[in-house]
């Protein structure tokens, strides 16, 4: 075969086995082509340099080599030795070829290479400046394909072996890059050698297309894909933590612009940067981090940022000196944590907003998951609010905390509205200035009157967890005296005397004057609430929880109020039959507390309109009506201690009137109600003597009437004509606590301390904890004389068979087929019973000869 040299053509004629028809061709370069390729250099690169000739001398004139019949021939006969023309790549042949001696430039301008010198030259002239500025490469994007060879496959639980899709992914692009240059370069060529045939040209772009193309990638099995997402979950927890605690070790310098980072953020910016990320458990994990960094790095005092004014004030106390380095750093550092703080605390309220807007419980069965991923990123932030403002309520922005938690405490979804209310029952109890709670309450004040009064009972609920020991006559008196105070600090700092004031801050205690005030002002604001509702909103469904606050707090109320709130109360109970149960009874509650408080006893108002009240009140209890509600009993209890417990009762016959409707209740109730229900029984008849007429025969008793215990007026029913008979019936009941309880009723036997009624109910109340189990338990019943007989019997018995079965017996079996004839056998029997006997048979042979051997 003849070779052709360098720039000369070569035409492959198709073989005649059938392969593919492959033809390369090489290129040469005349004085036509070469004056073409100046004028496109002239272009591109200005004027024409004079061309220096890298060809060999023995590279002259381009030569047509044809193939002729014995090449093919001799390519026909030895076919092993044209397998490399099958991986052969045409493209790469038609190149130009560049010696070492050619400094011309090929046609395809300047290689890589060159750009890599030209930039190193640009770099070594380049000023140091610009050259700390210059973009740099990262590492691993040059070692990337060294780094993907020696990755292996992945083998899953199941047993298979797969490549790892992301790194084949990683490695393709590469090689799409290098087609696409290599393309490119094509193309120039061609454009440069314009002298091509159709016929070559035909037979360039067959060989291109018949080069394989890439196959799109399948996409990625679930199972990939949930282990990309564990994989990525498990770097950025990583992060997060790295991020927090390099927070936690230094925080001035994690305010700072950081200079590792691309972008140049700081440390606590990278972490709000993770909450914005599309994976909503990312989301949450770095919000819940960023919450424990500003609970551990926020002070516990308000941070005062100086104004103009306030600096120029300060120079004037330094006589003009400028401020300390280490001052200077401290501010700087408390602006940028006010500043990041701020913003964390809008983007968990703006999250809040967008996740609970027009979202209800009842359609999370329906939800999206993405709208799902909203709902529980939206608990996570009012999360991060609540225990922000439950630790850090003495800090800025305790304002913004409660006006965005306020609403919350309202809100259908029972989650976030318990860490609402919970947030605020912890200020309630651990603030000591009354200052925070005070803007709780105002802003709960505007909140019901915004949305007329219809609220839901937990968000008024939150406010017996208040803590408050100041009368309204007490506030007024400690409002004057801190009015006076405050003046006379000001006329203090007027006449320059700053002692007085520095050595009252310096006491850092809390000013009771003040806090009186502050109480006095709260108790304003909570009646306020209250009486809106009760006038306004009757049959709101927060009416228990109001009047359940009245009662708490009425003791506290001065006589004006007092009055007004009686009225009202009054026209509520008018229609008792229309308000459920536990309404009624916590109005009634309210009405009592309210005339023994200090200005109900000024009033000297007779308590007979709420006592008539309960004891119709008490044949509801007795119909079943309190249902699950289980805080109706606790306030019937209240009820009568403090009307027969906390005063004296003067008409006796008022007082037996409740204990017969008691008993009546009792025989309705659970075991630890019915025990508390006694136990408040003991307790009247140790105040009342009287009472122990009840508890002696009626036959010998002179009474004029009949016991009547369908009237309503506990004054006209004439108890003392009847006795406690219910007692008897209540001695046989099966708990024995309560059996023997009322027994020692009966007896007038006396209480002990901790036999009250609220310790037996929670003692016996089987529904207080998750075992659900009887309290006392049940005892084991003792065993009859008759029982022990039958068993003894019984083992015996036992005994005899277990011995007769111990017994060694010896079972002789005998062939069934033994009597029968042999004629019968073979005639009679069938064909299947035949093939069994010769099976028999053989076998017994069989094991004969084994036998033998």
Not at 360 to 376: F, G, I, S, Y
Request: aromatic letters at 6%.
């Amino acid at each position: 075969m003849a070779m052709a040299g360098k720039g000369k053509k070569r035409k492959a004629v198709s073989s005649g086995t059938g392969n593919n028809t492959r033809k390369t061709q090489r290129k040469g370069q005349d004085d036509r082509k070469g004056s073409l390729s100046g004028l496109k250099r002239n272009k591109k690169k200005g004027p024409k340099k004079p061309q220096q000739s890298s060809r060999q001398p023995e590279q002259k004139e381009e030569e047509d080599v044809e193939i002729d019949e014995e090449d093919v021939a001799f390519y026909n006969d030895n076919t092993e030795f044209t397998a490399f023309l099958d991986n052969m790549d045409a493209q790469a042949l038609s190149k130009p070829v560049r010696t070492k001696n050619d400094k011309k430039p090929t046609v395809n301008s300047v290689k890589t290479e060159d750009k890599m010198k030209i930039n190193d030259d640009d770099d070594e002239n380049m000023p140091l400046e610009k050259l700390e500025a210059h973009p740099r490469k990262a590492a691993w994007t040059t070692d990337n394909e060294v780094v993907l060879k020696d990755k292996l496959p992945v083998k899953f639980m199941d047993g298979s072996v797969r490549a790892n899709k992301l790194l084949v992914e990683k490695a393709i692009k590469p090689k799409a890059v290098e087609t696409e240059n290599e393309a490119e370069e094509g193309a120039g060529e061609e454009e440069v050698e314009s002298d091509v045939s159709d016929m070559e040209f035909e037979e360039i772009t067959d060989a291109l297309a018949a080069k394989p193309t890439e196959m799109p990638q399948s996409e990625l099995s679930t199972v990939d894909l949930m282990r990309q997402r564990g994989l990525r979950l498990v770097s950025k927890k990583v992060e997060i933590a790295q991020l927090c605690e390099s927070i936690l070790e230094n925080p001035e310098d994690s305010f700072k612009k950081s200079k590792e980072h691309p972008q140049q953020l700081s440390k606590i910016q990278q972490l709000q940067l993770l909450c914005r990320d599309p994976d909503s458990t990312v989301q949450r994990l770095s919000l819940m981090s960023q919450l424990s960094v500003f609970l551990d790095i926020l002070p516990d005092y308000r941070i005062r940022l100086q104004n103009n004014a306030n600096a120029e004030e300060k120079g004037k106390q330094n006589h003009g000196r400028p401020m300390k380095k280490k001052v200077q750093q401290m501010q700087d550092f408390e602006a940028a944590l006010l500043s990041n703080y701020q913003k964390f605390l809008k983007y968990c309220a703006d999250l809040v907003s967008t996740g609970l807007k027009r979202k209800r419980p009842e359609q999370l069965a329906t939800m999206t998951v993405r709208e799902r991923c909203d709902v529980l990123l939206a608990e996570t932030s009012v999360r991060c609010l609540a225990q922000l403002l439950e630790k850090k309520y003495a800090f800025n922005f305790h304002l913004n905390l409660v006006i965005a938690l306020v609403p919350l405490a309202d809100s259908q979804f029972p989650n976030i509205r318990k860490q609402a209310c919970a947030s605020f029952e912890s200020v309630f109890k651990n603030d000591k200035t009354c200052a925070c709670s005070y803007e709780i309450v105002q802003q709960i004040s505007s909140y019901v009157k915004q949305k007329q009064h219809r609220v839901q009972p937990f968000i008024i609920q939150t406010l017996l967890a208040m803590p408050l020991e100041v009368t309204m006559e007490q506030g007024e008196a400690a409002r004057k005296k801190a009015k006076s105070d405050r003046k006379k600090r000001r006329r203090q700092q007027a006449d320059g005397d700053n002692i007085a004031a520095g050595l009252k801050e310096a006491e850092a205690v809390v000013d009771r004057a003040e806090r009186e005030k502050t109480q006095a002002d709260i108790l304003h604001e909570l009646v306020l609430i209250y009486f809106r509702i009760l006038k306004q909103a009757t049959y709101s469904q927060a009416l228990p929880a109001v009047l359940e606050g009245l009662a708490k707090y009425s003791f506290l109320i001065n006589l004006d109020i007092m009055i007004d709130l009686l009225k009202v109360l009054k026209v509520v109970l008018r229609e008792e039959d229309l308000l459920p149960l536990p309404a009624a009874l916590q109005a009634v509650l309210t009405g009592l507390r309210a005339l023994q408080g200090p200005g109900g006893q000024e009033l000297m108002i007779d308590e007979k309109e709420f006592v008539d009240i309960l004891y119709r009140l008490l044949h509801r209890f007795a119909d079943g009506e309190a249902g699950l509600d289980s805080s109706c009993f606790p306030t019937l209890l209240q009820c009568v201690e403090a009307v027969f417990l906390r005063r004296k009762e003067i008409v006796i016959e008022r007082v037996a009137a409740f204990v017969k409707r008691l008993l009546l209740v009792a025989q309705h109730l659970p075991p630890h109600q019915a025990l508390a229900t006694l136990a408040l029984l003991r307790a009247l008849f140790q105040r009342y003597a009287k009472l122990q007429q009840l508890l002696e025969s009626d036959v010998d008793r002179v009474a004029s009437g009949e016991y009547r215990a369908d009237i309503d007026d506990p004054d006209f029913a004439n108890p003392f004509s009847s006795a406690c008979w219910e007692l008897a019936l209540l001695t046989h009941h099966v708990h024995p606590k309560l059996s023997s309880y009322a027994l020692g009723t009966a007896q007038m036997a006396p209480s002990l301390p901790n036999e009250h009624a609220r310790a037996l109910m929670d003692a016996f109340d089987p529904y207080a904890g998750a075992t659900f189990a009887f309290k006392p338990k049940v005892p084991v019943p003792p065993s009859n004389p008759l029982h022990k007989k039958i068993t003894s019997e019984n083992n015996k018995n036992d005994s005899r068979k277990k011995s007769r079965q111990r017994r060694a017996r010896q079972f002789f079996v005998r062939d069934p087929l033994a009597n029968l004839n042999e004629q019968y056998r073979k005639q009679n029997a069938s064909s299947f019973f035949q093939k069994c006997l010769e099976l028999d048979e053989q076998s017994t042979d069989d094991k004969l000869l084994v036998f033998r051997k």
